[in-house]
């Protein structure tokens, strides 16, 4: 896929759902009894990888597209599964599972395809290995696929190393079925979504700064969902509104969860005119259409407790930073490392041979503004973030911009390119 330099971007879009409450919804719908029914349900591959799982594990789906019903079957009702339970490229479907296995009464095998083989899972499995669960990386290299046999699991208070959504759900769903409170506290507070659906779902969940604490459930009640548009998603159109001169882009209904909005913060302190309207609240979850106009930034430092609620955008932002004026630090952010691919080198990398001024650092990037940027050949590495990100910086570049891979967008957002193309016309 070939992009170049464009004329302003300009109209309304509306964001497909936010991946990480479809994933959830998909899940703890499968463990409630009773109907949930989904809308605005994510159709990207590694939804459908969660939705395949929980078939084989017996839940009957079903996916009207924009509207998925599950027929939940209750705490106890999964199915040990004929064949293994394939995740594809999701490490959200991995980890939660992961949690949820290790208190039922089968054997299971989990896995996934070559880059979620590569992923730590040694976060999960020590903390679930605290609770009692027997959980083993099959080739004792910490990933997996792994070897999950149902437990009695006990309730711990595990201080995790790292501010991560999934770890913390994954503990959290073993924590439903395990004898005594489960407690989890990390560095920073990572995205609440479990927390909130969990909840909204019946299940006593309370959180107190940045520990989340959980009691065992008798059971789960299904319950309606509708799934705000995705800011991880939203944040390429952010970034081409700001960035591509005279544009003007109004992203409908996207989901501001204070634990996901920091790339809004951060436009904010780099000077973009970006403007929240029409706030609304959608199972839990506040949502808003975001209005930006395109004009000058400047760079800023990143880091801390913001981190956790931009990871996903870090790559986007790291080339918006090329178009603003002096330096973007982004500090605290190792854990880009262990993504899909690692997003660290692979921005560094392909930034370069755009010809920003950019540099690696320990647990991060520097980026240097300011200098005009020329096509390049982008190897994506088969990560749907990177190949966004360099569709939207080959918008802004002199020359062609080729990425290769480009088709794995639809891991989160089948239609993209057909998306941005939308707003050129
Ligand atoms: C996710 C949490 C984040 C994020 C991922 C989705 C989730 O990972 O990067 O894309 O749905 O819980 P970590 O929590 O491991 O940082």
């Given at each position: 896929m070939k992009f170049a330099k464009t004329s302003p971007l300009k109209g309304e879009i509306t964001i497909p759902g936010d991946k990480s409450i479809s994933h959830r919804s998909v899940m703890f719908g499968s463990i409630a009894k009773g109907t949930t029914e989904i809308s605005h349900f994510l159709q990207g591959a590694d939804c459908l990888s969660t939705i395949d799982c929980f078939r084989k594990m017996g839940i009957q789906i079903e996916n009207n597209q924009n509207t998925v019903i599950v027929h939940g079957k209750g705490l106890r009702g999964l199915k040990r599964p004929e064949t293994i339970l394939d995740c594809g490229n999701s490490g959200t479907t991995t980890r939660l599972i992961s949690g949820l296995l290790a208190a039922q009464d089968f054997n299971v095998t989990v896995t996934g395809d070559e880059s979620i083989q590569k992923r730590p899972m040694k976060r999960i499995m020590e903390p679930l290995s605290f609770m009692g669960a027997d959980i083993k990386s099959i080739l004792d290299?910490?990933?997996?696929?792994l070897s999950i046999t149902g437990k009695r699991l006990r309730g711990i208070h595990y201080t995790s190393p790292v501010a991560s959504a999934q770890i913390k759900s994954s503990i959290l769903l073993a924590g439903l079925y395990a004898e005594g409170e489960t407690r989890v506290t990390e560095p920073y507070v990572s995205r609440n979504h479990s927390e909130i659906m969990l909840k909204h779902f019946g299940a006593n969940v309370k959180t107190e700064g940045t520990t989340a604490c959980i009691a065992p459930a008798a059971e789960l009640y299904g319950n309606q969902i509708i799934v705000p548009g995705d800011i991880s998603s939203a944040a390429y159109f952010i970034a081409a509104g700001l960035i591509v001169p005279g544009s003007e882009i109004l992203i409908k209904q996207?989901?501001?969860?204070p634990t996901r909005d920091g790339i809004i913060r951060v436009c904010q302190e780099m000077g973009a005119d970006i403007t929240l309207l029409d706030g609304n609240m959608d199972s839990g979850e506040p949502t808003a259409d975001i209005l930006v106009k395109s004009g000058s930034l400047h760079g800023v430092p990143i880091g801390g407790a913001i981190i956790p609620t931009l990871i996903d955008e870090l790559p986007i932002i790291a080339a918006m930073a090329c178009f603003a004026e002096g330096e973007t630090i982004i500090r605290d952010a190792a854990e880009l490392k262990v993504k899909e691919s690692n997003r660290i080198d692979v921005m560094v990398k392909n930034l370069s041979a755009m010809g920003a001024d950019v540099r690696e650092t320990d647990d991060g990037m520097i980026i240097r503004g300011g200098r005009p940027l020329h096509g390049a050949v982008i190897d994506?590495?088969?990560d749907h973030r990177i190949a966004m990100t360099f569709a939207v910086t080959g918008l802004c570049a002199e020359g062609e911009t080729e990425i290769l891979?480009?088709?794995?967008?639809?891991?989160?957002?089948?239609g993209f390119y057909q998306d941005l193309e939308m707003l050129m016309k």
């Open positions: 290299n910490g990933c997996a696929p996207v989901g501001i969860n994506s590495k088969l891979g480009a088709e794995c967008v639809n891991i989160s957002y089948p």
